[in-house]
T-cell receptor
Framework: AQTVTQSQPEMSVQEAETVTLSCTYD???????LFWYKQPPSRQMILVIR??????QNATENRFSVNFQKAAKSFSLKISDSQLGDAAMYFC??????????FGTGTSLTVIP | DTAVSQTPKYLVTQMGNDKSIKCEQN?????MYWYKQDSKKFLKIMFS???????INETVPNRFSPKSPDKAHLNLHINSLELGDSAVYFC??????????????FGSGTQLSVL
């Protein structure tokens, strides 16, 4: 069974600093994708970044980047130059072969002014 | 234009009632989903549906049933509501061409409160 684990229920970061959110997953597939979604207090689920497992290069989207370690089944999210608007729940997600997404339990990020 | 819209945003009802949540997507996607987010923010897949196949998560009670009148709509019907059904329900859609690489587009959620 696919599982996604986020071991940090809460994290905090000073504005303009960098923070890394952890995620590990379990799969027997060799080719797959991984996602990070953000859920601000508005409740809307917003895609942050997507990583293709067969690509060795880590994905980046502006201030967001991932550290993807395929052998370790680790997929962490780094947020650089943190802004107040980054405060949200962050979910790591893995879609199975039917594109049904399995989400981690989430990390609540607080940004301190 | 909202890509995935669901109504209502809030639903308060009594235990034992039957209720429906509607979902529509205007993205031309072929697959739609329902997810449940509990009070601890845990998100869990309930159903995925395209014009060929309905996949039901085995833990979903049969009081929950998806109904799809057409490719752009997937409504959620809940019979005999229970207190434990209180949660936020998200509709989502994606294109699924046989590979699990398409991002999900989510609706804004329906907060269901069962009293």
């Amino acid at each position: 069974a696919q599982t996604v684990t986020q071991s940090q229920p809460e994290m905090s970061v000073q504005e303009a600093e960098t923070v890394t959110l952890s995620c590990t997953y379990d799969t027997s597939e060799s080719d797959y994708y991984l996602f990070w979604y953000k859920q601000p207090p508005s409740r809307q689920m917003i895609l942050v970044i997507r990583q293709e497992a067969y690509k060795q290069q880590n994905a980046t989207e502006n201030r967001f980047s991932v550290n993807f370690q395929k052998a370790a089944k680790s997929f962490s999210l780094k947020i650089s130059d943190s802004q107040l608007g980054d405060a949200a729940m962050y979910f790591c997600a893995y879609p199975n072969t039917g594109n049904q997404f399995y989400f981690g339990t989430g990390t609540s990020l607080t940004v301190i002014p | 234009d909202t890509a995935v819209s669901q109504t209502p945003k809030y639903l308060v009802t009594q235990m034992g009632n039957d209720k429906s949540i509607k979902c529509e997507q205007n993205l031309g996607h072929d697959t739609m989903y329902w997810y449940k987010q509990d009070s601890k923010k845990f998100l869990k897949i309930m159903f995925s549906y395209n014009n060929k196949e309905l996949i039901i998560n085995e833990t979903v009670p049969n009081r929950f049933s998806p109904k799809s009148p057409d490719k752009a709509h997937l409504n959620l019907h809940i019979n005999s509501l229970e207190l434990g059904d209180s949660a936020v329900y998200f509709c989502a859609s994606s294109n699924f061409a046989g590979t699990a690489n398409e991002k999900l587009f989510f609706g804004s959620g329906t907060q269901l409160s069962v009293l």
